[in-house]
T-cell receptor, first 115, second 111 residues
């Protein structure tokens, strides 16, 4: 079983609609990273969350980490075609030096934006 | 652009051949990671360097795989006697305290 579960696995939304992607673990997440990936390309860093209850925003994308640090959500407001791609969450699963740990990834959420 | 770079971007090889990939991290980052990604899956950790020291290796990294970072700057990942199951995207990343940046990847196809 996956240490990090993402839901949904795929999502199709109308342009202009809001959407949320979830990333859940049964273990404490010591650093939670969100990435976007276009097919066949590398991962583009979006945001990193570390503290329980932390929330960060960049343009129309907001990411949150819950108080227990076991679940994160990525919310896109007023989606645009440029938001289409695969969204991946990755996490440090072990306490230790920040940024020094390997990341464990979810399986990704494929987002399609219909005009 | 001073992001993470990888070379080559694509590699097609025949089964049994050796291949080597290169990663140039962001210059001020002393941590460097290699990951492998297959279609429809998230990246899987292979190995990690802090400066020139290889600190962790995944069980996925069989004895046909070797990685080096000789001067603590660029890194190479070599696969010997390639197998069809090695076909994947090989991703390199480097990190600062607050972010982990990935390169564009090297897509390997073993025929």
């Amino acid at each position: 079983s996956q240490e990090l579960e993402q839901s949904p696995q795929s999502l199709i939304v109308q342009e202009g609609k809001n959407l949320t992607i979830n990333c859940t673990s049964s273990k404490t997440l010591y650093g939670l990273y969100w990435y976007k990936q276009k097919y066949g390309e590398g991962l583009i860093f979006l945001m990193m969350l570390q503290k329980g209850g932390e929330e960060k925003s960049h343009e129309k994308i907001t990411a949150k980490l819950d108080e227990k640090k076991q679940q994160s959500s990525l919310h896109i407001t007023a989606s645009q075609p440029s938001h289409a791609g695969i969204y991946l969450c990755g996490a440090d699963m072990n306490a230790g030096a920040q940024g020094a740990q390997k990341l464990v990834f979810g399986q990704g959420t494929r987002l399609t934006i219909n005009p | 652009d001073t992001g993470v770079s990888q070379d080559p971007r694509h590699k097609i090889t025949k089964r049994g051949q050796n291949v080597t990939f290169r990663c140039d991290p962001i210059s001020e980052h002393n941590r460097l990671y290699w990951y492998r990604q297959t279609l429809g899956q998230g990246p899987e950790f292979l190995t990690y360097f802090q400066n020139e020291a290889q600190l962790e290796k995944s069980r996925l990294l069989s004895d046909r795989f070797s990685a080096e970072r000789p001067k603590g700057s660029f890194s190479t990942l070599e696969i010997q006697r390639t197998e069809q199951g090695d076909s994947a995207m090989y991703l390199c990343a480097s990190s600062s305290r607050d972010a982990r940046y990935f390169g564009p990847g090297t897509r390997l196809l073993v025929l």
